[in-house]
């Protein structure tokens, strides 16, 4: 399969469809916390790195096969998550944006300092197990649990509280419970992405998970559109391609990455499909077919 | 040694008190955490930085030119990346403040390079006192003195002056207030430049103290000032002011006492700690919802 898919495309463009995997599964994750969940959380580049570092590690000093590692990387990640999410989800507000970007720099400096995750030399060497076919099998088995989530009652209740906690509190949804439910498969995925992510590029350094990357990752959840699924697709790839289209501008990339956002936040406040619905498009299209079927007519 | 962690945390803390108090004014008023703030305060640090060395001038001077340049450049920010979002939702607002902070952050590196630039040593003259067993420059008292008379301005102008009463009619309930017959949009403005400002004053001193001003300098500042308002009980002032001190001084003895090479982490996880057991923060006012 692999093997099949290198004979037709161009590594450049393999790398680049990876990288757009990864990032999926790590905005789809975030996605569900802060998209449809609505808590705003900025360290997901913390949980990211916790996968990425369980992950090579347990490849490097154990021996494991990639699949363990990789369950691993989400279980651990997802733990963590849950312990960070258990005190500070109860609470309402942008207390979880504080506490997760604290935390993310805790986890950065920790595995700065950690002999084992090879301090600030990163760790090198980590077996190249990932690749075309795994990311994408996963991104679509995320994608297809995913949206059967959202559809689903707990989807709901999960975007009830996003909407308005106290009601939906009202309407007999624990939302401590769920909240943290949410937080728990989010961070999962972000384990999964870092463990992809270290065994794509062989090399992971505690500087690749700043600040940053939690922003990055935000930044596609909400340029697409917040909570929806196909909004979230479109950010990410956007958002991945932007830096390698930008590329002609050299120096300027950034200025104009940075610009873009505001621009695009100004235009569409809610992102890109953030007020796009089924129903609008189907209905727009049947008014414009009817149209021109009234005109073919009085032409006739 | 624990009285000299002390100043030196004091003075580190109070130049995080004031950008701290920046985050907390602007999210008390608008509910946004403006990730900008931090790229403000590094643009405060080179505005000094370049009128000192073009028109050698002395370090106040810097410090108050450097300040009327921040105010300038927070209320455009505030004026073309945050009024237009202002009916949508928060974290669009977000976003485009994190825009804004890439922007900026990127624009110093394009003008500047991305390298470590310092003052003149002939800035200000550093004389060394002895009190007993601590060290204090003068530096360190300029620092202090500076901040506290910005802080204390700052305690008159809220509670004493018109539009301080506005500001803080604002930061209760924008609606009730632009009921009241008061310009909304103006008091924002004057929020923004008001937290610049002081923020352009921390930016100048930190350069002067570490000797060391670069574009990407606001980043950890910015988070670590956001903390500090957090701590402190975000929205309230003296709450920012309280925050950055003991963040500062907690910092300072952190390193002494425990590793230097955990110094980023103690900062936040000390936040972490205080907000599992009062999350409305140290001066907060805990708020129950009414519906």
Not at chain 1, 22 to 36: F, H, K, Q, R
Not at chain 1, 77 to 88: E, L, M, Q, S
Request: charged share 10%; proline share 2%.
């Amino acid at each position: 399969m692999e093997a099949l898919i290198q004979q037709y495309i161009d590594i450049y463009y393999l790398q680049i469809l990876v990288l757009i995997g990864i990032n999926l599964i790590l905005a789809l994750g975030l996605n569900l916390i802060t998209g449809v969940t609505g808590q705003l959380s900025m360290g997901h580049a913390g949980f990211m790195s916790i996968g990425a570092y369980t992950s090579a590690i347990l490849a490097l000093n154990f021996g494991m096969p990639f699949g363990v590692c990789l369950l691993a990387a989400g279980i651990t990640a997802a733990v963590t998550g849950i312990i960070i999410g258990i005190p500070t989800l109860r609470l309402e507000g942008d207390y979880l944006a504080m506490v997760t970007i604290g935390f993310a720099e805790i986890v950065r400096v920790v595995f700065l300092n950690l002999e084992i995750a090879g301090r600030g030399l990163g760790l090198s060497g980590i077996p190249a197990s990932t690749n075309f076919t795994v990311v994408w099998l996963l991104v679509i088995i995320i994608v297809l649990l995913n949206t059967g989530l959202l559809k689903s009652r707990p989807g709901r209740a999960l975007y009830s509280i996003r909407e308005d906690e106290l009601a939906a509190e009202a309407s007999g949804v624990n939302t401590t419970r769920y909240k943290v439910a949410a937080f728990a498969i989010g961070t999962f995925l972000a384990g999964i992405g870092g463990s992809l992510y270290a065994h794509y590029l062989t090399y992971i350094n505690p500087q690749d998970f700043g600040f940053m990357k939690s922003v990055e990752i935000l930044n596609m959840v909400v340029l697409g559109g917040m909570g929806s699924i196909p909004g979230t697709i479109l950010g990410t790839v956007v958002l991945t391609i932007a830096p390698e289209v930008l590329r002609f501008v050299q120096d300027y990339r950034l200025l104009f990455y940075g610009a873009l956002l505001v621009i695009l936040m100004i235009f569409r406040p809610n992102g890109l499909l953030g007020d796009v619905r089924w129903i609008d498009i189907k209905r727009s299209w049947a008014r414009f077919r009817g149209r021109r079927e009234a005109r073919s007519s009085v032409d006739g | 040694m624990f009285w000299q962690q002390l100043v030196n945390g004091l003075t580190l803390g109070s130049t995080y008190a004031l950008i701290a108090l920046g985050y907390t004014m602007v999210y008390g008023i608008v509910q946004l955490i403006n990730f900008a703030h931090g790229e403000i305060y590094m643009f405060g640090a080179f505005a000094g930085l370049f009128l000192v060395l073009t028109f050698k001038i002395n370090i106040f001077l810097a410090i108050l030119g450097a300040m009327i340049f921040c105010m300038l450049l927070g209320m455009t920010v505030e004026r073309v990346a945050y009024r237009p979002l202002r009916g949508s939702s928060r974290l669009s607002a977000l976003i485009s403040a994190i825009g804004v902070s890439i922007f900026l952050s990127t624009l110093m590196v394009l003008v500047r390079g991305p390298n470590v630039t310092s003052y003149p040593a002939e800035v200000m003259e550093i004389a060394t006192y002895n009190l007993g067993a601590i060290e204090v420059s003068s530096l360190q008292v300029m620092i202090l003195v500076t901040a506290g008379l910005l802080m204390l301005g700052l305690e008159v102008l809220v509670h004493r002056t018109k539009i301080g009463k506005a500001m803080r009619a604002c930061s209760q309930d924008l609606d009730a207030a632009r009921l009241m017959g008061i310009h909304v949009d103006r008091v924002i403005s004057f929020t923004f430049a008001l937290g610049s400002a002081l923020a352009a004053a921390g930016g100048v001193m930190v350069g002067v103290y570490y000797n060391a001003v670069q574009p990407y300098m606001g980043v950890m500042a910015g988070l670590k000032a956001f903390a500090a308002a957090v701590l402190g009980g975000i929205g309230s002032i003296p709450g920012a002011m309280l925050g950055g001190l003991a963040l500062g001084i907690m910092e300072n003895l952190g390193i002494a006492y425990l590793s230097s090479s955990y110094k980023d982490a103690i900062a936040f996880g000390i936040l972490i700690l205080v907000l599992l057991v009062r999350p409305q923060g140290l001066l907060g006012r805990a708020t129950t919802k009414k519906v």
